[in-house]
């Protein structure tokens, strides 16, 4: 998939969009409804109400880019519907696009060493 780089942060809309919602519309919803600016690169994630689809939008510097993914089995897991954004790690979102179960994925937390040998 074409992406940005890791370091992008990737935000989930936890409420179902009306998913005729293309480029305009979805940056309009980013912007009034979940009061966030749609063109910073941050990444945003839609879902449809049967969860079997999701779209995501996110600047690129020159446009918006829109992709979209429909599962033909099966149902994206997705977090409670309520209002508001979660934020996902990049593993967590490429599990999420993946149709894998991304609540299980989990950051290894690790401290950076106090001396250098």
């Given at each position: 998939?074409?992406?940005?780089?890791?370091?992008?942060?990737?935000?989930?809309?936890?409420?179902?969009?009306?998913?005729?919602?293309?480029?305009?519309?979805?940056?309009?919803?980013?912007?009034?409804?979940?009061?966030?600016?749609?063109?910073?690169g941050?990444?945003?994630?839609?879902?449809?109400?049967?969860?079997?689809?999701?779209?995501?939008?996110?600047?690129?510097?020159?446009?918006?880019?829109l992709?979209?993914?429909?599962?033909?089995?099966?149902s994206?897991?997705?977090?409670?519907i309520?209002?508001?954004?979660?934020t996902?790690?990049h593993?967590?979102?490429?599990?999420?696009?993946?149709?894998?179960?991304?609540?299980?994925?989990?950051?290894?937390?690790?401290?950076?060493?106090?001396?250098?040998?």
């Open positions: 998939m074409i992406f940005p780089s890791n370091r992008v942060r990737i935000m989930v809309a936890t409420k179902p969009v009306d998913f005729r919602k293309g480029h305009d519309g979805l940056a309009a919803l980013v912007k009034n409804e979940l009061r966030r600016d749609p063109f910073t941050t990444v945003f994630v839609f879902r449809s109400r049967k969860a079997d689809r999701l779209k995501l939008i996110y600047w690129d510097g020159s446009g918006i880019v992709a979209y993914k429909r599962l033909e089995e099966h994206f897991p997705w977090p409670d309520k209002d508001g954004l979660i996902l790690t593993a967590q979102f490429e599990a999420l696009f993946a149709g894998l179960d991304w609540r299980r994925i989990h950051t290894v937390k690790t401290r950076a060493p106090e001396t250098i040998e």
